[in-house]
């Protein structure tokens, strides 16, 4: 069902906040991007059904397939996870999640790159450093790691949501099952302070001198959370597809636009996820959702270790034959044709384009035409 609201649309109408407020370039750019998704100043193209007995004519705008639209993320969705599903060992997995203190949010506000860079790197530097420790896997693992940084009110909150494959390869290139598949992977309370000191011993090295912040960091106790494993590949997949391409807010979140006030479902944590609505000025919305606008070509989704393409290629068909699965076989990746919505049964073929000037007049009367036709008229036109 299409949502009653839209963030685009809020975007459209609060164009000179957007203009006036102190978002940088990059935020603005993204900010119009996203209000002019899906309207004529987008361009457009008109599609036909395939199917003869139909033959309906569909008027389209284009999108703006920026990675932070709420209406852009099911096309690029569906790509990434079917090409993860070629990658997959068939073995369980782990969930866990790194989480950063509200003490670097400052930061993360002034310099992004450089402490998201950061919380990947040393969610992988942890992880990987007790997998190769003998007393736990004494094996290299891998890590499929997924940014996000906001919480349910859409403050900032970074953490890595992290998919760990429940083994690792030795040095010799033998696979090796983790010692406690229904178990936490590793101690988290053991992860969480190695976590911490390999962050701020990394933020020191790319020149942060910040004592004040360092010792409020080492005051507060960092989280690694570890969740339910999964049981098996399927349910990784079915994970992946909820969460690789979320964003900050979904258009049907929004329940109430009105009076200069944005009124969004969320979750109070406090009170088990209980739902409840929270209301914001509408400029207090947009400022909350550019905070998580990543910088131009930021890379939100990382893979380490056994999940990396350089080790896949050298490594992977190995383990499937140690783990006894088939060998994988190279397919492309592929997706549904668009179905027409009309007879739900011939695909569309687009059949015209047109720039922001919008589809000539001649389209525009044959759309209105059929428009105005009984629906059994209608599946006979031309």
Known sequence: ???????????????????????????????????????????GHIDQCADPECSKLHLSYNSCRNRHCPKCQGHQREIWIQKRQAGLLPVGYYHLVFTLPIELNPLALSEPRLVYDTLFQTAWATLNGFAQTPNFLGATTGMIAMLHTWGSTMSLHPHLHCIVPAG??????????????????????????????????????????????????FKKEWVVYAKKPFGNPNSVIEYLGRYTHKIAISNHRIKAVEKGRVTFKVKNYKKEGKPELLTLKTEEFIRRFSMHILPKRFVRIRHFGLLSSTSKRLHLQNILQQLGAPKLKTRAVTLQHLICPTCKKGTLKTVYQFDNRGPPNHWLERLQSQKNRSPEKSNAMM
């Open 168 to 217: 690792g390869i030795t040095k010799k290139g033998d696979w090796k099952n983790a010692p406690r598949v229904n178990d936490f992977l590793f101690p988290v309370e053991s992860m969480s302070n190695v976590f911490r000191a390999k962050y701020v011993a990394e933020l020191r090295k790319k020149g942060i001198e910040d004592k004040t912040l360092f010792d409020e960091l």
């Open 1 to 43: 069902m299409k949502p009653q609201y839209e963030l685009g649309k809020i975007l459209q109408d609060y164009k000179r906040y957007i203009e006036t407020a102190s978002f940088n370039s990059w935020q603005k750019r993204t900010l119009f991007a996203l209000a002019r998704c899906r309207t004529v100043a987008m361009g």
